[in-house]
């Protein structure tokens, strides 16, 4: 079938482009992020090969991953001509992947999206809560040298993109506060809210413990 073919070849493209990341956007996230679309595409109508292309696709012009987010940008073109995705195909997956980032919600930049782009969006924010999501704090913050928790820093609220992305003080704790445990009340549809509900429960208890051992209590 075309479609299985058009889908086989952004896979093997994403795979190529993020096969080496190793700043929690590797294809090992990529492919969370298409199954759980696929599971929420089982309850909303929206089209698969728009939807799952967008997942794979992403992260793959994505400027804090590569030096040349425009060249990026083109390769998915390219790639998506070459496929034989109809323009308005084209429009509607650059689109999702321009404009899905939690940094551009911050800046209110972000245009509507579709609901494939909804569907995408909620995957992708999925896979930063939960039991994935701690370890990914982890993961990341260990790689930029945050410190693990002061409870003498203060986490911070309502952050421009700017300020969000200049932090010298970040610790992991206050990530699950100043983003994590926000993205439970932005999911879009019915489905990633209900299992955000459940994920937001295992952040919870996490941080409990966390504090509680921290002082000593338990
Ligand atoms: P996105 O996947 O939306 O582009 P990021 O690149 O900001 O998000 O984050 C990738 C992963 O690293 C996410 O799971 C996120 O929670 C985590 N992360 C991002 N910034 C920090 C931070 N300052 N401290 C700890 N974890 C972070
Ligand atoms: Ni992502």
């Given at each position: 079938?075309?479609?299985?073919?058009?889908?086989?070849?952004?896979?093997?493209?994403?795979?190529?482009?993020?096969?080496?990341?190793?700043?929690?956007?590797?294809?090992?996230?990529?492919?969370?992020?298409?199954?759980m679309?696929?599971?929420i595409?089982?309850?909303?109508?929206?089209?698969?090969?728009?939807?799952?292309?967008?997942?794979y696709?992403?992260?793959?012009?994505?400027?804090?991953?590569?030096?040349?987010?425009e060249?990026?940008?083109?390769?998915?073109?390219?790639?998506?001509?070459?496929?034989a995705?109809?323009?308005?195909?084209?429009?509607?997956?650059?689109?999702?992947?321009?404009?899905?980032?939690?940094?551009?919600?911050?800046?209110?930049?972000?245009?509507?999206?579709?609901?494939?782009?909804?569907?995408?969006?909620?995957?992708?924010?999925?896979?930063?809560?939960?039991?994935?999501?701690?370890?990914?704090?982890?993961?990341?913050g260990?790689?930029?040298?945050?410190?693990?928790?002061?409870?003498?820093?203060?986490?911070?609220?309502?952050?421009?993109?700017?300020?969000?992305?200049?932090?010298?003080?970040?610790?992991?704790?206050?990530?699950?506060?100043e983003?994590?445990?926000?993205?439970?009340?932005?999911?879009?549809?019915?489905?990633?809210?209900?299992?955000?509900?459940?994920?937001?429960?295992?952040?919870?208890?996490?941080?409990?413990?966390?504090k509680?051992?921290?002082?000593?209590?338990?």
């Open positions: 079938m075309k479609r299985d073919n058009q889908l086989f070849a952004v896979h093997n493209f994403a795979k190529r482009q993020l096969g080496s990341d190793r700043s929690g956007h590797g294809f090992d996230h990529i492919e969370r992020v298409v199954n679309a696929k599971k595409l089982t309850k909303e109508n929206a089209d698969p090969l728009i939807t799952l292309s967008a997942a696709l992403h992260d793959v012009s994505d400027e804090k991953l590569f030096d040349d987010p060249e990026q940008g083109q390769l998915i073109l390219r790639l998506l001509t070459e496929h995705f109809s323009p308005a195909q084209i429009e509607e997956i650059t689109a999702i992947i321009k404009n899905l980032s939690f940094s551009k919600t911050l800046n209110n930049k972000t245009q509507r999206l579709s609901l494939a782009g909804q569907i995408v969006q909620d995957a992708d924010r999925l896979d930063a809560i939960g039991a994935i999501g701690i370890t990914r704090a982890i993961y990341y260990g790689k930029h040298a945050e410190t693990i928790y002061d409870p003498n820093i203060a986490p911070r609220e309502k952050m421009t993109k700017e300020e969000y992305r200049n932090l010298d003080n970040e610790t992991i704790i206050n990530h699950f506060y983003k994590l445990l926000k993205l439970k009340d932005m999911m879009n549809t019915k489905t990633a809210k209900k299992i955000a509900a459940g994920r937001q429960k295992i952040m919870l208890d996490y941080l409990n413990q966390f509680a051992e921290w002082s000593a209590e338990k």
